[in-house]
């Protein structure tokens, strides 16, 4: 199984960046997906999820400027990023909790990293 993130880049404050990730391989399911990021120095937090019912969770910074949404056909979830501020500069992460083909076990898969970068 692997992730793909894509999307990334500069933009300047205020403005808008959507981020997409999808999932690839033996996959038999996906119940939770979501965003992660790291930015210099820091760890790694939790920006946004959504299960398998469509129900997210934000964390505080980012809500009411960042939306997740998932395509299910696609193995594809999304965070459109909006009014975006230089504290938002970081690396995005993509992870999804994954059901295999096979083995058919449940596994927590992680995708490569997109950098966004909020400047002027």
């Known amino acids: 199984v692997q992730l793909q993130a894509s999307g990334g880049g500069l933009v300047q404050p205020g403005g808008s960046l959507r981020i997409s990730c999808t999932a690839s391989?033996?996959?038999?399911?996906?119940?939770?997906m979501g965003w992660y990021r790291q930015a210099p120095g820091k760890q790694r937090e939790l920006v946004a999820t959504i299960d398998s019912g469509d129900s997210t969770n934000y964390a505080d910074s980012v809500k009411e400027r960042f939306t997740i949404s998932r395509d299910n056909a696609k193995n594809t979830v999304n965070l459109q990023m909006n009014s975006l501020k230089p504290e938002d500069t970081a690396v995005y992460y993509c992870?999804?909790?994954?059901?295999?083909?096979?083995?058919?076990?449940?596994?927590?898969?992680w995708g490569q990293g997109t950098q966004v970068t909020v400047s002027s």
């Open positions: 391989g033996s996959i038999f399911s996906i119940s939770t």
């Open positions: 992870n999804a909790r994954i059901l295999t083909t096979g083995a058919l076990k449940w596994a927590t898969f």
